[in-house]
């Protein structure tokens, strides 16, 4: 049976749409200590389905050579967490969160974060649920991304500044506007898969994080 093709909200609608409410600052952690560390560890390994994104230093330069997430972030329904990959403890638990079997990652175009990942931190992110497919499933473009999805989901457009996309995620401090933008990110796709509501069994999880693609079209 041919799948019925669909078009996501057209952007010049969606930038009309009253903006997504994300997560605020006070329910955003950067973990830094062994105690702020190990806490966080017992609600992300606790946790069946992440919200889970990346945010790399852009380079400009021809040939400059890729050195991977400069943060991995993570979310819940409540709470996100952004590790800063510099802090050789959170490299640690990121890993660990990362390789766990039973805690499926969950975001968009997630192809293009594993690479990176495996050259900074040795590991691929797995399980993972790309919702590009789900949505891709269901007639939509290849590739819809999280700010089309927010918008079909929940009427509302999600906040995403180029400059701050575009902004140095390899600063020993990051700014509050960078630290809501990944959380968020992050959150983002956790709640778009809550709305979606769909049971388990109908989920594309890819259990070793790798894929064979999308068909195009």
Same mark, same amino acid.
């Given at each position: 049976?041919?799948?019925?093709?669909?078009l996501?909200?057209?952007?010049?609608?969606v930038l009309?749409?009253?903006?997504f409410? %994300?997560?605020?600052?006070e329910?955003?952690r950067?973990?830094?200590?062994?105690d702020?560390?190990?806490?966080?560890g017992?609600?992300l390994? *606790?946790s069946?389905f992440?919200?889970?994104?990346?945010?790399v #230093? +852009?380079?400009?330069?021809?040939?400059e050579?890729?050195? *991977? +997430?400069?943060t991995?972030?993570?979310?819940?329904?409540?709470?996100?967490f952004v590790?800063q990959?510099h802090?050789t403890?959170s490299?640690?638990?990121?890993?660990q969160? !990362?390789?766990a079997?039973h805690?499926? #990652?969950?975001?968009?175009? &997630?192809? @293009?974060d594993?690479?990176?990942l495996?050259?900074?931190l040795g590991?691929h992110?797995? +399980?993972l649920?790309? !919702?590009d497919?789900v949505?891709h499933?269901?007639?939509?473009p290849? @590739?819809?991304?999280? #700010?089309?999805?927010?918008? &079909? !989901?929940f009427?509302?457009?999600? &906040?995403?500044s180029k400059?701050?996309?575009?902004s140095?995620?390899?600063?020993?401090?990051l700014e509050?506007r960078q630290?809501?933008?990944a959380?968020n990110?992050?959150y983002?796709?956790?709640a778009?898969l809550?709305? !979606?509501?769909?049971?388990s069994?109908?989920?594309?999880i890819?259990a070793?994080?790798l894929?064979? %693609?999308?068909a195009?079209?």
């Amino acid at each position: 049976m041919t799948t019925q093709r669909r078009l996501p909200i057209p952007r010049e609608d969606v930038l009309k749409l009253e903006p997504f409410e %994300g997560l605020r600052l006070e329910h955003i952690r950067l973990p830094v200590s062994a105690d702020d560390l190990a806490a966080a560890g017992a609600v992300l390994l *606790g946790s069946p389905f992440l919200g889970f994104d990346t945010e790399v #230093k +852009p380079t400009f330069k021809a040939g400059e050579a890729m050195r *991977g +997430p400069d943060t991995v972030q993570f979310s819940t329904g409540t709470h996100a967490f952004v590790f800063q990959m510099h802090e050789t403890g959170s490299e640690a638990l990121v890993r660990q969160v !990362l390789a766990a079997p039973h805690v499926v #990652k969950v975001g968009f175009d &997630l192809r @293009s974060d594993q690479k990176q990942l495996m050259h900074r931190l040795g590991v691929h992110a797995q +399980p993972l649920l790309d !919702l590009d497919f789900v949505f891709h499933a269901r007639g939509y473009p290849k @590739s819809i991304g999280v #700010k089309a999805a927010i918008a &079909l !989901l929940f009427n509302r457009r999600l &906040l995403k500044s180029k400059r701050v996309t575009t902004s140095n995620w390899a600063n020993h401090t990051l700014e509050s506007r960078q630290i809501l933008y990944a959380a968020n990110d992050a959150y983002a796709a956790w709640a778009v898969l809550d709305a !979606l509501g769909l049971p388990s069994g109908e989920l594309p999880i890819w259990a070793n994080g790798l894929s064979m %693609g999308l068909a195009d079209g």
